[in-house]
């Protein structure tokens, strides 16, 4: 009796190699890369990473995907936004139906297409990476917003510290300072229309405080016989 081999032609093998050629046409998710970000509309035009396999085994580049809505973590009114450039890698995810009507209307409805897992019906999620483009630095210990490449940080450790680090760091709002405010470079600022009030008792050490470049722990003043005051003391 002869071996039996999947490769001889056959019913079955018939039925294999048709559902093999209709599955090698079926879109769910790939790699991509950015090749343009539209921040209006935060929408990607990205090529896709992996080329297409065609039913007699060559490969073949797919095109380039456009007016790709961009994931960014949003929800109720907050969201977390960056500029994407050219070069980034994510995550494409082709959605099985038409959504071309939900991206203009924002309304669910029937899709304006009976297409089936399209690529003109891509998504893109930013951030999955592939290991040439994985950055350095990663840190155990705390959740990290950071800059790949610069001094901008923002770290919080499971003890509840949290550090800032970056070339500048401005305030526009009002701040309120419930603990101790520690400061190790100096302070400088300016008091603005309102001035400068401080409230309760300061002590001072180890330096001169100045006021219009007068000394106030060492002045003196005319008394009124026309000579001087000893400085102040404790």
Not at 87 to 95: K, P, R
Not at 197 to 209: A, L, N
């Amino acid at each position: 009796m002869g071996t039996f081999d999947e490769d001889m032609p056959s019913a079955e093998l018939a039925r294999s190699n048709e559902m093999r050629a209709e599955l090698l046409k079926v879109r769910t998710a790939f790699p991509g890369i950015v090749e343009s970000f539209d921040p209006d509309a935060r929408t990607v035009t990205v090529r896709p990473a992996i080329d297409a396999v065609l039913a007699d085994g060559s490969a073949a580049e797919l095109p380039l995907l456009v007016d790709v809505p961009v994931s960014f973590p949003m929800g109720g009114p907050f969201v977390i936004e960056w500029p994407l450039k050219r070069g980034d890698e994510g995550q494409v995810i082709i959605n099985d139906r038409c959504i071309d009507g939900w991206f203009v209307s924002g309304r669910n409805g029937p899709p304006m297409d009976l297409r089936l897992h399209d690529l003109s019906d891509a998504t893109f999620f930013p951030g999955i990476c592939s290991l040439p483009n994985v950055p350095g630095g990663f840190d155990m210990e705390a959740l990290v917003i950071r800059q790949i490449d610069g001094l901008a940080k923002f770290r919080m450790d499971s003890g509840g510290n949290i550090e800032v680090d970056g070339a500048l760091l401005t305030v526009k709002c009002p701040a309120i300072f419930e603990k101790l405010l520690t400061y190790q470079a100096g302070m400088a600022g300016q008091g603005g229309g309102a001035g400068t009030t401080i409230r309760g008792d300061m002590d001072h050490s180890g330096g001169t405080i100045r006021s219009n470049g007068v000394s106030v722990d060492g002045h003196t003043h005319i008394d009124s016989m026309g000579g001087e005051t000893q400085e102040p003391r404790g």
